[in-house]
């Protein structure tokens, strides 16, 4: 049962990061994880094969000794990257065009942030659900 637990959440963290590959070609943004992981797909597909195998072992073990502690690998894995894909699109012109351009960028990013914290805590409420079904 804890294989099957282990698997889904990895291949929740593989939708999210295919997600976050496609917003960020999109939006064209040159952030850290845009430039290295999200640049083309061979990069993508090495960080995802990476991710899974590290996050499959690194739950299996902290399955077994607290559940809790997957939720909150799981809740930092996710949150490092929505959060650094949602600061990029606050400064991106694509989002500033489309929000207007007389929106400081204080307000901008707030925006992205409180976007980033609701899709961070949705993705911890499905890892939830998953842990205590």
């Known amino acids: 049962m804890d294989f099957l637990?282990?698997?889904?959440?990895?291949?929740l963290h593989v939708l999210l990061s295919v997600a976050?590959?496609?917003?960020s070609k999109s939006f064209d943004l040159d952030g850290y994880l845009a430039k290295k992981i999200?640049?083309?797909?061979?990069?993508?597909i090495f960080f995802l094969i990476t991710l899974s195998i590290s996050s499959f072992l690194l739950f299996i073990v902290l399955i077994r000794i607290?559940?809790?502690y997957v939720q909150i690998i799981n809740f930092l894995i996710s949150?490092?990257?929505?959060?650094?894909?949602?600061?990029?699109?606050?400064?991106s012109d694509r989002f500033i065009n489309w929000i207007g351009e007389n929106l400081e960028?204080?307000?901008r990013?707030?925006?992205m942030f409180v976007i980033s914290l609701n899709c961070t805590y949705f993705f911890?409420?499905?890892?939830?659900?998953i842990l205590n079904s």
């Open 38 to 44: 999200f640049k083309n797909t061979n990069q993508l």
């Open 124 to 129: 911890t409420r499905i890892t939830h659900q």
């Open 105 to 107: 960028k204080s307000i």
């Open 20 to 23: 976050l590959y496609f917003i």
């Open 109 to 111: 990013t707030l925006i």
């Open 79 to 91: 949150f490092i990257l929505i959060f650094e894909i949602c600061m990029k699109i606050a400064n």
């Open 5 to 11: 637990i282990c698997s889904i959440l990895v291949c």
């Open 66 to 68: 607290d559940r809790d």
